[in-house]
């Protein structure tokens, strides 16, 4: 079983490089994070926005206060 460990038994240059790289990688990651989470959502363009579907009430009001004789309006 100690032969297995051996690979670990790194000398101080070979620490040094594992534990540089390990950071690079490390703020990399955080980076890509960061950005991804803080990305600026897209603004809804006026021709795309949503409107609420109108109520029973409003098109009952709407037929009310339309003119009843639409023969006259087109005269």
């Known amino acids: 079983?100690?032969?297995?460990f051996r690979i670990f038994?790194?000398?101080?240059?070979e620490?040094?490089?594992v534990l540089i790289v390990m950071l690079v990688l490390?703020?990399?990651a955080f980076v890509r994070y960061e950005?991804?989470?803080?990305?600026?959502?897209?603004?809804?363009?006026s021709a795309t926005e949503v409107k609420p579907s109108p109520t029973v009430g409003q098109i009952e009001?709407?037929?009310q206060s339309q003119p009843k004789n639409r023969e006259d309006e087109e005269e």
């Open 1 to 4: 079983m100690k032969p297995l």
């Open 9 to 13: 038994e790194l000398t101080k240059n």
């Open 15 to 17: 620490q040094r490089v």
């Open 26 to 28: 490390t703020t990399i």
């Open 35 to 45: 950005r991804r989470v803080h990305r600026s959502p897209v603004q809804p363009t």
């Open 61 to 63: 009001e709407d037929r």
